[in-house]
């Protein structure tokens, strides 16, 4: 009898992943169970459990490689210089929208091992504060000239990637405003930092 191959687990895990990331991007993170992971990689349920031990092992993985893979999204936007700020803004905005990595960190928050979870990622580099990468790109664009050299671009970048956030988050009955709202949000605040300074009104005489 011919020896069965022995089985790559490496190369098994990658496959589920991939699989994993398109039962998220249809059904969502709810829908997302071994049972469901293994009929859409076509396989038996037992070989789900080869690579993973649990489904929260599958989705912590899975949360990670998200992070990891929006970090290096973002740290790539950032480093790209010029452009409309307005659309630079909306380019950080969306890619968190395309992203899985939002809706999964998300669901492990539920967990009562979240924050060993997310430190864990925070620890090895994975992801960092997305305010402060936000922060970081104002100030190269004020040392550039295109924004207001009186603008507090720390304070900036906390509003907008607040904002950002909520509409990542928001759900019924406070759903939050669709892409084109959002833009225009967006577009009056860019606005804001890069109009001119007004002139110091002159003093009114006898004043």
Do not use: N
């Amino acid at each position: 009898m011919v020896p069965r191959p022995a089985l790559d687990v490496g190369a098994l895990r990658e496959t589920l992943l991939s699989h994993a990331r398109a039962v998220v991007a249809r059904d969502g993170v709810d829908g997302l169970t071994m049972r469901a992971l293994a009929t859409e990689a076509g396989m038996a349920v037992g070989m789900s459990y080869k690579a993973f031990t649990s489904r929260e092992d599958l989705l912590r993985e899975l949360t990670w490689r998200a992070i990891a893979d929006l970090a290096r999204q973002v740290d790539e936007w950032a480093a790209r210089p010029g452009g409309d700020l307005a659309e630079r803004l909306m380019e950080f905005s969306d890619l968190h929208a395309a992203s899985d990595a939002p809706s999964l960190v998300f669901h492990v928050s539920q967990w009562s091992r979240r924050a060993e979870v997310l430190q864990a990622a925070v620890d090895a580099g994975a992801t960092r504060s997305w305010a402060t990468v936000m922060k970081e790109f104002l100030a190269a664009r004020q040392r550039d000239g295109d924004v207001r050299d009186d603008v507090d671009v720390e304070a900036f970048a906390f509003v907008l990637t607040a904002a950002m956030h909520h509409v990542l988050v928001s759900e019924e009955p406070f759903p939050a405003p669709d892409r084109s709202t959002f833009a225009r949000y967006v577009g009056a605040v860019a606005a804001q930092l890069t109009a001119p300074r007004r002139p110091a009104e002159p003093p009114t005489p006898g004043a």
